[in-house]
């Protein structure tokens, strides 16, 4: 009962905790619903199980009243003891049944190994799930970089660590800032999805496009998303 008690305390703590969130508008309504459920759920697991110990505990009670009004008649007595001893089996029993309600609550709660914000939803409430199943897709802000497609006669002096200024199509008013970290080793094309066939001659010289990664390090984070569009400008090493 304890550790439900302290486990509901711990839920109270996160709801408000998570409703100050939901006001900044940090987190879903689904995710606030979520934390209201598993209190909800505690409170009544706790109620059940109280009521159920209560009336063991009143029943205990009345049989000690009735043993000790009739200690001369033998049989009497052996079967009251005879009912109290299931009514210990069946006490041990709840308890046992409260302790699997908590080790299975537990397993009702999702981790993510980055902090960061839910991107995609792939399941609802009430899907089956195997084990190793993705429930939610989470982008990290810290990770968000850019992919600039630069032509190859573009590439002289772009190298690792080359200063960068980038401007967003969707903020054009905000200014960012990054380094080159990485010149990928292969044009876009090499990899496409169809890729050119020159095994008849190749007549038609195309200067190719090179994926250059620049990683962001100064910026409003808050205002990234996945996919945004912009232009990038390369300071040149040489």
């Known amino acids: 009962m304890e550790k439900l008690k302290a486990r509901l305390n711990q839920v109270r703590r996160d709801k408000v905790r998570y409703e100050n969130l939901y006001k900044d508008g940090l987190i879903s309504a689904h995710e606030l619903e979520e934390i209201q459920t598993q209190e909800k759920e505690l409170e009544n697991q706790i109620s059940s199980v109280s009521a159920q110990l209560l009336a063991i505990k009143k029943q205990q009670e009345e049989i000690d009243k009735n043993i000790a009004l ?24 709840l308890e046992k049944q409260k302790e699997e309600a908590e080790v ?43 992919l600039v497609l630069l032509e190859e006669t573009k590439l002289k002096g772009v190298k690792k660590g080359c200063p960068a200024k980038i401007k967003l199509d969707a903020y054009p008013d905000k200014d960012f800032e990054g380094v080159v970290d990485e010149v990928l080793p292969a044009s876009a094309a090499t990899f496409a999805l169809v890729p050119r066939d020159i095994s008849a001659g190749e007549f038609t010289k195309l200067a190719q496009r090179i994926y250059v990664k620049i990683k962001i390090t100064k910026g409003d984070r808050s205002l990234l998303k996945v996919g945004l569009g912009g232009e990038v400008e390369i300071k040149r090493s040489f």
Request: net charge positive; hydrophobic share 35%.
């Open 70 to 93: 009739i200690l001369n008649e033998k049989n009497t007595v052996l079967a009251y003891k005879s009912f109290l001893l299931s009514l210990e089996a069946k006490k041990k029993n």
């Open 104 to 146: 299975y609550h537990a397993y009702t709660k999702l981790y993510s190994p980055v902090d960061g914000v839910i991107a995609k939803k792939f399941h609802s409430e009430g899907d089956v799930l195997n084990s190793g199943e993705p429930v939610y897709a989470i982008v990290d802000p810290n990770s968000f970089y850019v």
